[in-house]
């Protein structure tokens, strides 16, 4: 997650930096082409990443305090697996903007424009992508995330503890429930 979260200062907050001050993409030719088409396709596998990665530690967590007795629901094992599949997922979900984004050099300066319709087509919108990506890696997933930490939320107010209820056990479980719940919010 570390790694996708420095993607994004990397790539997008030079070039949001500069084109506040003008319109124009600083660097042309080849490597103004490349980064043209990087940096917004990095900022998508940035943002994918960190949410994909927040919603497995949302059910990890959930596993965690709901169900504290059985077996984790994500496996030490499997975590490279759950890692590489929210990379190949990012990957594929920024990929438009690799063939899409294109720099355009005229005579103020460059320009990085993405061109959806030229590379997919007349049937195919930018806005139709930017709606789904922000349903389903947007939306959704907060909805993905209420939802576990609300469950876990009122576990923890609810938990009903066995044996004599003295004011230094209710003192220690309060603690106790407010460093879960500490934990437990990201």
């Known amino acids: 997650m570390a790694s996708s979260d420095l993607l994004f200062p990397i790539f997008w907050i030079p070039w949001f930096l500069s084109s506040l001050h003008t319109n124009l993409f600083l660097i042309g030719g080849q490597l103004g082409l490349a980064l043209c088409k990087l940096v917004r396709f990095f900022s998508f596998v940035s943002c994918t ?29 499997l975590c490279p697996f759950y890692i590489l599949t929210t990379w190949i997922v990012a990957v594929t979900v920024g990929s438009p903007y690799l063939f899409a984004n294109e720099l355009v050099e005229n005579p103020e300066g460059a320009k990085c424009v993405t061109k959806w319709k030229k590379a997919f087509g007349e049937s195919s919108s930018h806005a139709s992508f930017l709606l789904a990506f922000y349903l389903l890696f947007k939306h959704i997933p907060v909805l993905l995330l209420v939802i576990p930490y609300s469950i876990i939320l009122i576990k923890l107010k609810t938990q009903v503890h066995p044996g004599e209820q003295s004011a230094n056990t209710q003192q220690q479980r309060h603690r106790r429930n407010r460093n879960v719940l500490q934990m437990s919010i990201p």
């Open 49 to 77: 990443v960190s949410i994909q990665n927040l919603i497995l530690i949302a059910v990890d967590r959930f596993g965690a305090v709901v169900f504290p007795l059985r077996s984790p629901l994500i496996r030490s094992k």
